[in-house]
């Protein structure tokens, strides 16, 4: 059994084996309030088997990050129907595995998810900050009734006091937009990104904790990128300039988990598919050279 096909970027038995893998993928097909479309479900099968595609050697960093090891758990659905209980069976998992000191990428699912391995992050490594990646805001109050839906998940996140940055907004309702004020939330908005969004990340970025938790809706991209996202906006990020904040973000702090959401595979779009994968181990490339330069 030289390869295991379950496997992210389909690594050997021996890159892939939990005890020395420094960075552990936790497949979360979890999808309960969206709003738009749907099938995000289907969203961490298709990271993985996109992911069988990649070229293990980075050409940016001039090593394969797969040398790290990267474990792939079997997917994760929590059992319970309450949202609550729900998220603190997902929390649960994610704890067990960052207290195992592991890098944890979690894939969704639906942007909701995020706020479990958050509160799993603040609790294992406290002083914690959240940097988002994301076409909408999340500030919701509650949506379509629950106070758990994807549209709300960075209200709770701020609710728990915890420091954000927020990167590509560019559709969000009045009372979000008024809770961004209040608070006086850090946001590079949508229009901003082109013109001095590098400028703007660093400096918001100095005012962060040094410990980082990283929420990558993957409709931050354009939809020209992205069209597998179940509420697409134009105007969004582009490649090259995305991957430049992030290789700033892993030299310049300590990023402890990630997750990547909100991918709703069509079936045809591979190039979404193939992109999130990508983004996982452009990120874990990132962390492994990060962590070296720091010895
Ligand atoms: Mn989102």
């Not at 076409?135 to 758990?148: I, S, Y």
Request: with cysteine.
């Amino acid at each position: 059994m030289p390869y295991l096909p379950e496997n992210f970027a389909l690594l050997e038995p021996e890159l892939a084996d939990y005890a020395r893998a420094r960075a552990v993928v936790l497949p979360v097909p979890f999808e309960r309030t969206t709003s738009y479309g749907k099938g995000t479900v289907g969203g961490p099968a298709a990271i993985l088997a996109a992911s069988h595609q990649l070229e293990l050697y980075d050409e940016e960093l001039r090593f394969e990050p797969a040398d790290q090891g990267i474990a792939t758990l079997p997917l994760f659905l929590p059992e319970s129907f309450d949202m609550a209980e729900a998220m603190a069976e997902i929390e649960a998992e994610a704890r067990q595995h960052l207290e195992a000191g592991k890098f944890l990428v979690t894939l969704g699912g639906e942007h909701s998810l995020t706020q479990a391995p958050v509160r799993a992050a603040a609790s294992v490594h406290g002083g914690l900050g959240v940097v988002q990646f994301d076409a909408h805001a999340d500030l919701r109050e509650e949506f379509e009734g629950t106070p758990f839906s994807h549209a709300s998940v960075m209200r709770r996140i701020v609710e728990d006091g915890l420091p954000t940055l927020a990167i590509g907004l560019r559709a969000l309702s009045a009372p979000e937009a008024r809770l961004v004020d209040e608070h006086q939330l850090p946001v590079i908005w949508g229009y901003e990104l082109e013109e001095r969004g590098d400028q703007l990340f660093d400096d918001y970025l100095a005012k962060l904790p040094d410990t980082i938790y990283l929420t990558f809706d993957l409709d931050f991209f354009d939809p020209s990128l992205v069209p597998a996202t179940g509420t697409p906006e134009p105007g969004g990020g582009r490649w090259w300039p995305t991957l430049r904040m992030l290789r700033r973000l892993f030299e310049t702090k300590r990023v402890v988990a990630m997750d990547v959401v909100e991918l709703a595979p069509t079936g045809t779009h591979h190039a979404s598919d193939f992109l999130a994968a990508k983004l996982v181990y452009k990120c874990l490339g990132y962390l492994a050279h990060a962590e070296a330069a720091r010895g």
